[in-house]
């Protein structure tokens, strides 16, 4: 899915617990790409998410694939595909559900704004 260097990949719920510990350590913003394989939607969003991650360094940006982690999933409550969670110090700020760039790219560059 795109050039995903500055977007780190979860494909274990210990990877995820130890982003989330990282990022609340160094008091970050974090932006969560639930996303599937399968889903079209996902991929279209694929390249803006990594682009923003590009741009936003001071964020983390992370993936995370709902069919390899179901019960990460499951928790989090992803009703739709795909979902762009926002997190600060563990806990959802905000959340985006849909294939909306424009909307994905405005709330983004807002929080990166509040966390310089």
């Given at each position: 899915?795109?050039?995903?260097?500055?977007?780190?990949?979860?494909?274990?719920?210990?990877?995820w617990?130890?982003?989330?510990?990282?990022?609340?350590?160094?008091?970050?913003?974090?932006?969560?790409?639930?996303?599937?394989?399968?889903?079209?939607?996902?991929?279209?969003?694929?390249?803006?998410?990594?682009?923003?991650?590009?741009?936003?360094?001071?964020?983390l940006?992370?993936?995370?694939?709902?069919?390899?982690l179901?019960?990460?999933?499951?928790?989090?409550?992803?009703?739709?595909?795909?979902?762009?969670?926002?997190?600060?110090n563990?806990?959802?700020?905000?959340?985006?559900?849909?294939?909306?760039?424009?909307?994905?790219?405005?709330?983004?560059?807002?929080?990166?704004?509040?966390?310089?």
């Open positions: 899915m795109g050039d995903q260097s500055y977007v780190k990949t979860c494909d274990s719920i210990a990877a617990q130890q982003r989330l510990l990282e990022a609340s350590s160094q008091s970050k913003l974090v932006v969560v790409d639930c996303t599937a394989g399968w889903c079209g939607p996902c991929r279209f969003m694929a390249p803006c998410f990594d682009e923003l991650a590009r741009r936003y360094r001071h964020l940006f992370l993936r995370v694939d709902v069919d390899q179901k019960a990460l999933a499951s928790d989090m409550d992803i009703q739709g595909f795909p979902t762009f969670i926002f997190m600060k563990g806990k959802e700020v905000d959340r985006l559900l849909g294939a909306n760039k424009e909307e994905l790219q405005r709330r983004v560059a807002l929080f990166a704004q509040q966390m310089n």
